[in-house]
């Protein structure tokens, strides 16, 4: 069992940052492969970014490529989505996730799920 906690959101002008983090329980951290997805009011969950167990593979939904970095500290037991040029269509529950030994992009890649921390960008 994995047990996620995500902190960090916040509001924010557009083309600032913010970094996100996801805490989890369980001393198999390192063995997990980690996804972040969003949900904005009305849409549907969708894939952000996700970083392989070991931290060496990382992907990125196209519409935040080049603007979001993933990270994964396994001595710290810890997920990061660090999110710069933000733009007001960021807006949204960002969502951490995890799947043992593999990574995804769909939501039913995973197996466990955080609640959530909400991220809201101005204009």
């Known amino acids: 069992q994995v047990q996620l906690v995500e902190s960090g959101g916040g509001l924010v002008q557009a083309g600032g940052s913010l970094r996100l983090s996801c805490a989890a329980s369980?001393?198999?951290?390192?063995?997990?492969?980690m996804g972040w997805f969003r949900q904005a009011p009305g849409k549907e969950r969708e894939f952000v970014a996700a970083i392989s167990w070991s931290g060496g593979s990382t992907y990125y939904a196209d519409s935040v490529k080049g603007r979001f970095t993933i990270s994964k500290d396994n001595a710290k037991n810890t997920v990061y989505l660090q999110m710069n040029s933000l733009k007001p269509e960021d807006t949204a529950s960002y969502y951490c996730a995890a799947r043992l030994f593999q990574l995804g992009q769909k939501l039913n890649d995973y197996d466990y799920w955080g609640q959530g921390t909400q991220v809201t960008v101005s204009s």
């Open positions: 369980g001393r198999t951290f390192s063995t997990y492969g």
